[in-house]
């Protein structure tokens, strides 16, 4: 259930719409908006009583949520959610968010080397994963500890924000020590106990879609990071396995008016794994902003051909700078920054 407050409801309204839901043994998810303060309410194993709730001050309706999920939904929360990750550094609101870097943190010559095009583009995030989950054991499977370190060094020196994936528990103690950005990978977004995890952490997270994951399957994972307490929760679309041989997995651009429709949360086109391959993926990153993402995470290396992950679908330097060029003019046209 949802309970809806009126736009005159004060503190103490919503503290005791709160204290009530706690004293039925449940947990409130209050989400202020701009017109209007909303709360959600998870750990009912049966229908909540509306009429505990349409009496009490303040409130302006009690809604019976019949979607399987509650927190990401636009009943909660009708406008957009604007993720902070602090200083000026947002996804989700008018400027598109930008997050580059390589797959895999290598060295510090090839993180700093990145990172310098990466600043320089204007973009705020860098990516890079310390723990890498590979298909083979026998690959590369990231520096680790000694990865992240690398990273709090390219956010000490170029002011970016940084973004890398945990794979368990004993790595995300470590990401939520030195990153900006908690990313979930696609293999990972049904691993239940790893977004609980997500959940519990101070940082927001960034969620890929899983492999084959629906829409629905997908939401339902976010739901499980807000089901904590985490609403801070970015989508991140990379593409999903279908019968075709082109390319890695079929990037499916639809998904991002679907859950625009459906839910508050930003999300972000990958077309890096998207694709899978480099020359592909400059045009779906200019599609992917045309459909309205919030942003886009590209994967850029200063020698593609020696990377120890994912060289084929890294862009050079110079394709990034170009690539960055041309999305932010269609973003431009899109959504034209406010004038004034
Ligand atoms: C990544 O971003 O490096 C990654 C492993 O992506 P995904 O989880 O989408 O495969
Ligand atoms: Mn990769």
Redesign the pocket.
């Known amino acids: 259930m949802l309970i809806v407050m009126k736009a005159d409801a004060t503190e103490r309204d919503i503290a005791e719409v709160e204290r009530v839901i706690t004293e039925l043994g449940y947990r409130p998810h209050t989400m202020p908006g701009a017109s209007r303060t909303a709360i959600g309410i998870t750990g009912n194993d049966k229908p909540v009583d509306i009429t505990r709730f349409e009496i009490l001050p303040g409130v302006a309706e009690a809604i019976r949520v019949t979607k399987p999920y509650k927190l990401v939904t636009l009943d909660l929360r009708p406008e957009k959610s604007v993720i902070s990750v602090g200083g000026d550094a947002q996804i989700g609101g008018g400027e598109l968010a930008i997050i580059a870097g390589p797959?895999?943190v290598e060295s510090r010559e090839q993180v700093f080397a990145v990172a310098e095009a990466v600043r320089r583009s204007g973009a705020r995030f860098f990516?890079g994963?310390a723990f890498?989950?590979r298909t083979s054991p026998y690959a590369f499977q990231g520096l680790g500890e000694e990865g992240l370190k690398l990273l709090a060094e390219v956010r000490e020196a170029f002011g970016l924000k940084i973004v890398t994936?945990a794979v368990d528990e004993a790595s995300a103690d470590l990401v939520d020590r030195y990153a900006d950005v908690f990313?979930v990978?696609?293999?990972n977004m049904q691993n239940f106990s790893l977004l609980k995890r997500a959940g519990r952490s101070r940082l927001p997270v960034l969620l890929?879609r899983g492999l084959s994951a629906t829409v629905d399957e997908w939401l339902l994972a976010a739901e499980y990071i807000m089901a904590e307490g985490n609403y801070n929760v970015i989508l991140?679309e990379?593409g999903v396995r279908t019968f075709t041989q082109h390319t890695r997995n079929t990037l499916d651009l639809a998904a991002i008016p679907a859950v625009q429709r459906i839910s508050h949360l930003p999300v972000v086109i990958?077309p890096s794994?998207g694709t899978g391959k480099n020359h592909m993926v400059t045009p779906l990153a200019r599609a992917g902003v045309a459909v309205g993402a919030d942003g886009l995470?590209i994967?850029v290396h200063n020698q593609p051909e020696r990377a120890l992950s994912?060289g084929a679908q890294s862009l050079t330097l110079e394709q990034y700078e170009q690539l960055v060029h041309e999305v932010r003019a269609i973003h431009e046209v899109i959504a034209p920054a406010p004038v004034g």
């Open positions: 797959c895999a990516r994963g890498k989950p994936e990313q990978g696609a293999r890929k991140c990379r990958d794994h995470i994967e994912d």
